[in-house]
Nanobody, 124 residues
Framework: VQLQASGGGTVQVGDSLRLSCAAS????????MAWFRQASGKEREIVSS????????NYEASAEGRFTISRDKDKNTVYLQMNNLRPEDTAVYYC??????????????????WGQGTQVTVSS
């Protein structure tokens, strides 16, 4: 599966952004997708995940209530709507695809396909 992420940019505190990630190739193998982020000098962390069939979403604590993950199975695309952005949301955001279909939380090792990353910068 090949993944192409887009939608990053530089915004002000409190603004919104929507990230998109289009999958191509062996899309029938997708069981779930997720968004990760990696801030400068920090380890990569999962932000949100969604199971492809059931659409069950999970969120990291700081994203809960501000971010919404969704998927369009017809377009093989996953989205991350980010509202009320904070400076600590500044990071490179990566989308990832997993063959695993689960209604529970994913972990990083579940994901075998990765997008190229898109920079999100929130300025105060």
């Amino acid at each position: 599966v090949q993944l192409q992420a887009s939608g990053g940019g530089t915004v002000q505190v409190g603004d919104s952004l929507r990230l998109s990630c289009a999958a191509s190739g062996r899309t029938r193998s997708i069981g779930g997708m997720a968004w990760f982020r990696q801030a400068s000098g920090k380890e990569r962390e999962i932000v949100s995940s969604i199971s492809w069939i059931g659409g069950t979403a999970n969120y990291e604590a700081s994203a809960e209530g501000r971010f919404t993950i969704s998927r369009d199975k017809d377009k093989n695309t996953v989205y991350l709507q980010m509202n009320n952005l904070r400076p600590e949301d500044t990071a490179v955001y990566y989308c990832a695809a997993s063959n695993l279909n689960t209604e529970y939380s994913y972990v990083e090792t579940d994901f075998g396909s990765w997008g190229q990353g898109t920079q999100v910068t929130v300025s105060s």
